[in-house]
């Protein structure tokens, strides 16, 4: 019996729209993916790490995301930002990395700085081997505060960054300094 090419292509459409919204990933899948990542041991070790600045080398995600392998010299931190509409997630590897968060969704456009309430921060110690996932909107920064140890960290994002929105911080008082988008990272 021949099968007609229609028939294939049909069959290759039905396959591929019931296999989509598993290729889509989800906040846990990309915290067992950066979970497994950072257990690689030999991949740990190949980061070259620089006293002056942090370093990082791009990885292949699951589903099409887009992943990061950074070390972090003591005392670097990220600054406060956040990361549009993807979701993500980011484990310890070696060392220990703080985040500063906020449990609240600052607004999209139309505004330069904002001042927080006192009820919005929130902060966790993520030594080697723990992390976290995210939703959308969500904004942090992230700090090695050790004071002679690097640290290493492996994270991933859906869809692939779009853009980041930068801000500082005073007190209560935040300010968006700027946005950057692939190019300027990548
Ligand atoms: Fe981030």
């Given at each position: ?9 049909a ?17 846990a ?32 995600g ?29 484990v310890?590897a ?82 968006l ?10």
């Amino acid at each position: 019996m021949s099968v007609s090419p229609a028939a294939v292509a049909a069959s290759q459409q039905v396959s591929a729209a019931v296999s989509a919204p598993v290729s889509t990933p989800t906040q846990a899948d990309l915290l067992d993916f950066v979970r497994r990542t950072a257990a690689d041991a030999d991949l740990i070790a190949s980061l070259a790490l620089d006293p002056e600045g942090r370093t990082w080398v791009r990885l292949e995600g699951p589903g099409g995301s887009e992943a990061w392998l950074i070390g972090w010299p003591p005392g670097t931190g990220t600054g406060w930002h956040d990361h549009a509409d993807s979701v993500g997630a980011f484990v310890t590897a070696a060392g220990e990395l703080k985040e500063n968060s906020l449990a609240v969704r600052l607004p999209a456009d139309g505004w330069k700085t904002l001042e927080l309430t006192d009820d919005v921060d929130r902060e966790r110690r993520l030594p080697a081997g723990k992390g976290r996932s995210f939703g959308r909107h969500h904004v942090h920064e992230v700090l090695n505060e050790s004071a002679d140890q690097h640290a290493i960290s492996v994270h991933a994002y859906y869809p692939p960054l779009p853009q980041i929105r930068r801000f500082s911080r005073s007190g209560p008082i935040l300010r968006l300094e700027q946005v950057e988008r692939p190019e300027d990272w990548q």
